[in-house]
């Protein structure tokens, strides 16, 4: 009979569409991800998004409205991808870390990241400039219970952090990998000019100096 309920049958159904849905998403976001790792985020250009899925644009504007709304959304992925992974390598073992060793976890975590710190650099003055209340208020809910994950494994490493230091760890650690990515990932003039030997004091290891630089904030908290 036309019209006849089917028991069972909506359930299925709207479970492929969310998958179709979600696949979608993860082609949208991965074509994101290569044209930025090929180019820069002002260069790419939703329809070159559009074009490398093979999809009319105006598909890419139901699932994204916006270009910082996508990378937003690479980035929110990327971080919660990130954050595990150093949970995971603080998880590792038993008992307290010196400073020294929690800083070289951190850099060891970022070892292959250039893209989720170069994306990180862009977050409050680019991706957060163009995006929907909602969007940001669910990014910043994950960043906060990621954080708090975070913090307690930190103390637990490092019994001198209270909670409110652990916290500010964090951020402290968030401007300095946003600070040493941007000085760290120069234009192509810049760093043949940088080649010269006298400019040596203005090259910037990324790991080695964000090691350095964690090592000497956890001293100076220990030191209090």
Request: charged content about 25%; glycine content about 6%; hydrophobic content about 50%.
């Amino acid at each position: 009979m036309v019209g006849a309920f089917t028991p069972g049958r909506a359930g299925p159904v709207r479970a492929r569409r969310d998958e179709d849905k979600e696949a979608r998403r993860r082609e949208l976001l991965d074509a994101a991800r290569a044209l930025f790792e090929a180019t820069s985020f002002a260069e790419v250009k939703m329809a070159d998004v559009a074009a490398r899925t093979r999809l009319a644009k105006g598909t890419v504007f139901l699932y994204f409205p916006t270009k910082e709304a996508l990378f937003l959304a690479l980035l929110d992925d990327l971080l919660t991808a990130w954050f595990a992974k150093l949970n995971g390598r603080l998880a590792e073992g038993d008992g307290a870390w010196t400073a020294e060793e929690l800083a070289r976890a951190v850099a060891a975590s970022l070892e292959g990241e250039e893209t989720f710190t170069r994306l990180l650099a862009l977050m409050q003055t680019v991706l957060e400039q163009n995006v929907t209340v909602e969007q940001t208020r669910r990014f910043k809910e994950r960043v906060l219970v990621a954080m708090g994950a975070t913090a307690v494994l930190l103390q637990q490493r490092l019994p001198f952090l209270t909670a409110g230091d652990a916290g500010q760890l964090i951020r402290h650690v968030h401007a300095l990998m946003t600070g040493l990515r941007q000085m760290a990932d120069i234009a192509p003039v810049a760093r043949e000019v940088l080649t010269l030997p006298h400019m040596a004091p203005l090259r910037v290891d990324f790991t080695a100096e964000l090691t350095a630089a964690i090592t000497t904030l956890l001293r100076g908290l220990q030191a209090r």
